[in-house]
């Protein structure tokens, strides 16, 4: 096996960046913006139609009879 200089400071530096990263004064990346919501109108309209699929389907208690 070769020794890969390249490899030997990639490796420090990723050692390096990772302990830093656990440090008190370490930089605070902020969170991305949430992005749109993709295709709101047709996952509201297929939602819809399956809570009507759902009603329809639902099973309903058995009817006892009369006795007159």
């Not at 420090?12 to 969170?31: K, L, M, N, Q």
């Not at 699929?53 to 099973?59: F, H, I, T």
């Amino acid at each position: 096996m070769s020794y890969d200089p390249v490899a030997a400071v990639l490796a420090v530096g990723a050692a390096r960046a990772t302990a830093g990263s656990a440090r008190p004064d370490a930089p605070v990346v902020p969170d991305p913006a949430p992005r749109a919501p993709r295709l709101a109108v047709t996952r509201e309209r297929s939602a819809a139609a399956l809570h009507a699929v759902a009603r329809w389907l639902e099973p309903r208690p058995a009817r006892t009879p009369h006795r007159a």
